[in-house]
């Protein structure tokens, strides 16, 4: 009897919880169609990255100096050299 009991208990609560999610990506989405929604900051300004890919370019400095320089970790600094990669191929096609 107890652990039937316990069962539905569970069963509640997990319901409980898809609910919850549930509305949380409603609001989300609510928000983000306002324009509300923006995600975190990046961590390098549009003018920093510029300056990040430059060095990068000129290829003077290993990743790891470039995070160091930029105070940031290697993965942000990897990150932005994706997205100017993924930028330029979108542009190019």
Known sequence: ???MF???LATFAEFE???LRLRTREGMAI???KGRLKGRAPKLSATRQADLLKLHAAGEHTIVELAE???VSRQTVY????RA???KRSTVA
């Open 1 to 3: 009897m107890g652990k």
């Open 6 to 8: 316990f069962n539905i």
């Open 17 to 19: 919880v898809d609910l």
């Open 31 to 33: 928000a983000k169609a």
């Open 69 to 71: 320089l930029f105070e």
């Open 79 to 82: 990150r932005v050299l994706e």
């Open 85 to 87: 990669a993924t930028n």
